[in-house]
């Protein structure tokens, strides 16, 4: 189980990692932070956690969750920088949950999964046309 501290900041971090824009709340909209709190943590990642504390703090002397969004940035590469495997892993987390999630499917275009109408019979195909069909439809 993590600490408040660590919980604060695996939120900020995924909150970093697909930042709120016009279109949603990136992963806030999905909840990313706490549901991945809610699994088990390796040492690695609790690792991670620490040294984006330990960058915040030696960059701008406050913890991550009080960054703002260009300090956050900033953070995020030294981590990627730093604790390599760490962020790989976050980053994918991080996108796996914002991607699984049916309201952001209709938010980019995406029809869902291919096993409920079949497969896709054009996937070999450029998919220009149906692109710009979707966008047009917006």
């Known amino acids: 189980m993590l600490s408040e501290v660590d919980l604060a900041t695996l939120i900020a971090l995924a909150n970093g990692i697909i930042p709120a824009d016009d279109t949603d709340d990136g992963a806030a909209a999905v909840n990313a ?7 088990p943590q390796s040492a690695p990642y609790l690792q991670g956690l620490e ?7 030696e960059a701008y002397g406050r913890e991550v969750c009080e960054l703002s969004s260009e300090e956050m940035e900033r953070v995020l590469d030294l981590v990627r920088e730093k604790a390599p495997a760490f962020f790989g892993q976050l980053r994918m987390d ?6 699984s999630d049916p309201e952001v499917w209709r938010r980019i275009g995406f029809p869902g999964p291919s096993t409920r109408s079949g497969g896709y019979p054009d996937f070999d195909r450029p998919q220009t046309e149906k692109m710009i069909r979707l966008k047009e439809s917006e």
């Open 33 to 39: 932070g706490p549901r991945l709190a809610e699994r």
């Open 94 to 99: 991080v996108s796996a949950l914002y991607l």
């Open 51 to 57: 040294t984006a504390r330990s960058i915040a703090r």
